[in-house]
């Protein structure tokens, strides 16, 4: 653009100006009177938790001064915490008396707690000012490839007929028939075998005898171990019964003994 179309702009005038006409730009800005106060205990240079409340209080109130001078328009909550701090002050430089029920806490209760609200304000913002350091997807890092663009396409088409699909179907139903589990038929010990067992063995029987040391281990039928156990048990009840034998047990799931009947 040529010279002559460029308007002339007076920037002495601005300087000039007095009163309300000035304009004030505060580029740092303060998100409430808590945030400026953390602003100045930052400049204490110590622990938030061990800085000079009194200090914190000047600090605070010359804050208030120099902003109402340049014809800052100050929120409520600004001058009641420079009355809070003020207050404050007072309380921790008065000498110590006993506190009336219905005043607050001590003064330096709350001046702990106020130091404890800082360190907790600026945790956060550290914490906040860390997340805002790292890098943010689409801005600083992008992930590879474009994942909307990506299109799949299958080219596997299913073909068969009804006779495929049958025998699929019967398949697994033929194979499980065949694999049916048909356990072998247990033989048993005959209780007239056991009867005449134990009517041959009885004449010897004089002493007490353990029915299990009486019943056969096996047979040659098959017939198992415990078969033969309960065959000669059912047996020696019919014999107790009938008189030819007698039976004693001395507890309860212990071994039963056996012995002839004494005449």
């Known amino acids: 653009m040529n010279a002559h179309f460029q308007p002339a702009l007076n920037f002495d005038a601005a300087a000039e100006a007095a009163g309300d006409a000035i304009l004030v730009v505060d580029i740092d800005g303060f998100e409430g009177p808590l945030h400026t106060l953390l602003a100045l205990a930052r400049a204490q240079k110590v622990d938030l938790l061990k800085l000079s409340i009194t200090r914190l209080a000047d600090q605070y109130l010359a804050f208030v001064r120099e902003a109402r001078r340049r014809h800052f328009t100050l929120a409520a909550d600004y001058l009641v915490m ?15 008396t006993e506190r009336a029920v219905e005043e607050p806490a001590a003064p330096e209760v709350l001046a702990e707690r106020l130091a404890f609200r800082l360190a907790k304000l600026d945790a956060m913002r550290r914490a906040a000012e860390t997340l805002g350091e790292r890098a943010i997807l689409r801005r600083d890092v992008f992930c590879r490839g474009d994942p909307e663009a990506q299109v799949v396409v299958s080219r596997h088409a299913l073909e068969g ?30 209780l007239d075998e056991a009867r005449a067992r134990l009517r041959t063995l009885a004449p010897a029987l004089t002493a007490w ?4 040391d009486l019943a056969p281990p096996t047979t040659e039928a098959g017939a198992t171990r415990a078969s033969c156990i309960a065959s000669t048990l059912s047996a020696s009840l019919e014999l107790v019964r009938e008189g030819e034998l007698d039976a004693r047990q001395t507890a309860p799931f212990s071994d039963i003994f056996l012995r002839a009947t004494l005449t």
């Open 161 to 190: 007929d009804l006779h495929g699909l049958l025998a699929a179907y019967l398949r697994p139903r033929l194979q499980s028939a065949e694999r049916t589990y048909r356990p072998m038929p247990v033989e048993a010990y005959p």
């Open 82 to 96: 420079a009355a809070w701090l003020a207050y404050l002050k007072s309380r921790l430089l008065l000498p110590k």
């Open 209 to 212: 005898t353990a029915l299990a």
